[in-house]
């Protein structure tokens, strides 16, 4: 099939000779199976080589392409083409700092994430010779959605609350607290509290729900966030233990 | 050594990476600040200006060869000749492709010179398997139950062998 020429407008900015962030129009030759990276990558290999962006696994596992496209943050690849009319445009992820082009700088996520412990905490290690850590799928169930997360912050990119105040935890990082908190082999709640419950944490949330629309993983990131409010008021309350709770 | 050959090819890369990788990066760290130690850091310097001076070259290079176009046609040559499924005449035509290849690199055009995210460079840097020999169809653990080892040298790949360890799982033929 022939392909058809589409118009795309994509945010440039190279520090290095660009006071600001500005436009550039692309006449790009799409074939109907085209998604936004496939014409992100044809810019790169055939029009104009100097566009800078990121992309991995091309199938909506890696998480590093996201971009805002239209305005709304999406995984470019998997954004088709001729769902969109029009001319097209293409800007980095909203709420974090251009390094260039569509790529942003993500440390601050990074460092938000790191902050929450994602990662299964114990009291005391097991041995590896003593096996694994049981859990039954009742158990799974329990935290599972807030587990398929892949870190592509898209749901940064969206949060109204991020956009005023850059300090808030956010729904990635609260999701994947929340999803080690309800996790029966952890021991972790406690260590988690005082990052969740601090002014930028849970409460910082008005719960606009923009996270959990644009998560291309269906994570519901707002739902882990105000059920993280309840359990962080009844932990305040003492009406539940801070300590190893799920 | 490695696990390639004794493991299917897509379930490689994980443990390569999280396994050996972290392996290859603790030794690396050792090796590194044993040199440090030792007082050799000239050796290491020197390398990094090489290492350097090879990034500035491609920066500089202004060629006629487009750098999408040589990596297309090493996708097709590859795919061609050493997918899957490949056999002696498909490898050597390969071979051959890949060589020329690598000539037309030499006279690859960079459009991007930015030090900032250049990811065209990138590019350019990174261009460089459990297969079928469809015509060696019988297995044949006796010769080739070992790791081959390809060492990269100036004048050309250099091929050797290791003993493979053999744990609990015992190798057999695959049937289904």
């Known amino acids: 099939m022939d392909p058809v020429i589409r118009t795309f407008e994509v945010l440039r900015f190279r520090p290095e000779q660009d006071a600001e962030p500005s436009f550039q129009t692309y006449q790009v030759p799409c074939l109907p199976d085209f998604v936004v990276l496939d014409a992100l990558n044809a810019i790169k290999d055939d029009i104009d080589p100097t566009l800078s962006h990121r992309w991995s696994c091309r199938m909506g596992v890696c998480g590093s392409c996201g971009m805002l496209v239209n305005g709304r943050p999406v995984l470019t690849c998997n954004a088709f083409v001729r769902n969109y009319e029009g001319t097209i445009r293409v800007e980095p992820l909203a709420n974090f700092p251009i390094v260039r082009d569509l790529v942003v700088e993500l440390d601050s996520f990074l460092h938000k994430l790191k902050s929450v412990k994602p990662w299964i905490v114990r009291r005391i290690e097991k041995e590896v010779a003593d096996g694994t850590y049981l859990q039954s799928p009742a158990q799974l169930e329990e935290y599972k959605q807030f587990s398929m997360c892949i870190n592509c912050a898209l749901c940064y990119a969206a949060c109204p609350v991020l956009a005023h105040d850059p300090e808030f935890v956010g729904p990635a990082a609260i999701a994947l607290a929340h999803r080690y908190n309800l996790d029966s082999r952890d021991e972790g709640n406690r260590e988690r509290y005082d990052v969740l419950n601090a002014p930028d944490g849970v409460w910082a949330c008005s719960y606009a729900n923009e996270c959990s629309q644009v998560c291309p993983k269906h994570v519901d990131p707002a739902m882990a966030i105000n059920q993280a409010k309840l359990t962080g008021a009844l932990q305040w309350a003492r009406l539940l233990p801070r300590k190893s709770m799920t | ?176």
């Open chain 2, 1 to 176: 050594v490695s696990i390639n050959g004794a493991n299917r090819l897509g379930s490689n890369s994980l443990p390569e990476c999280l396994v050996f990788g972290q392996r290859a990066g603790d030794h690396a760290v050792r090796f590194a600040r044993a040199g440090a130690e030792e007082g050799r850091q000239e050796p290491l310097v020197e390398q990094a200006k090489a290492e350097a001076g090879r990034i500035q070259s491609l920066r500089d290079k202004k060629g006629g060869e487009k750098l999408a176009q040589i990596r297309r046609e090493l996708n097709a040559a590859m795919e061609a000749g050493c997918g899957v499924f490949r056999e002696e005449a498909s490898l050597q035509a390969c071979v051959h492709s890949v060589r020329q290849l690598k000539g037309r690199y030499a006279d690859v055009g960079i459009t991007d010179t930015s030090r900032i995210f250049n990811t065209e460079i990138v590019q350019a840097l990174e261009l460089g398997n459990m297969h079928t020999r469809t015509d060696f169809p019988t297995r044949n653990d006796g010769e080739w139950l070992k790791h081959s080892l390809v060492h990269f040298a100036a004048d050309g790949p250099r091929l050797s062998y290791g003993p493979v360890t053999i744990t609990k799982w015992q190798p057999e033929e695959r049937k289904y």
